[in-house]
């Protein structure tokens, strides 16, 4: 995948596509800082789209980047998993598990669900709250 489909609006530039990208990951959906209580966060889905996972892989494209710019110290793994055979391919779970400081766990079935939906389930987990918004100016003196 180019950076040019994967972050639209990007400039000829090699320093300007660079401030561009960390100002889409730094700011928009995802743009959440996590509580103290949150050790650990694991998102599984299968590496294939089918049957329910469109939503999970979108969340990693799309949300997670931007969870962890703005949470550096908070680990997230992420396990996408490959199915074999077509008989096994509904039987992969999509899980969000977040793990907290304490030791207890939660996790949420992603299944079929919008990336939307699981950022909302990531933040209502975790007690997320909205991050301030950072942009970078394209040019340090402030000129165009």
Same mark, same amino acid.
Not at 29 to 56: I, W, Y
């Given at each position: 995948?180019?950076?040019? @489909?994967?972050?639209? /609006? ?10 561009? =990208? $960390? *100002?889409?990951?730094?700011?928009g959906?995802? @743009?959440?800082?996590? /509580? ?10 299968? =590496? $294939? *789209? ?23 110290? $908070? ?5 996408r ?6 008989s096994?391919?509904?039987?992969v ?6 793990t ?15 990336s939307s ?28």
């Amino acid at each position: 995948m180019s950076a040019q @489909s994967m972050f639209p /609006g990007l400039t000829a530039s090699r320093f300007t596509r660079q401030i561009t =990208r $960390l *100002n889409l990951i730094s700011s928009g959906p995802g @743009s959440v800082t996590v /509580g103290q209580n949150v050790k650990n966060v694991e998102l599984l889905f299968k =590496r $294939l *789209n089918t049957d329910g996972h469109m939503g999970a892989r979108k969340f990693w494209r799309e949300n997670l980047p931007r969870v962890q710019f703005h949470n550096p110290a $908070l680990p997230i793994q992420v396990t996408r998993v490959e199915v074999a055979n077509a008989s096994e391919h509904a039987k992969v779970p999509a899980i969000l598990k977040v793990t907290y400081a304490d030791g207890k766990t939660a996790q949420v079935d992603v299944k079929n669900k919008h990336s939307s939906d699981i950022l909302n389930d990531f933040i209502n987990l975790t007690g997320a709250k909205p991050a301030k918004e950072v942009i970078i100016d394209r040019d340090p003196r402030g000129i165009q």
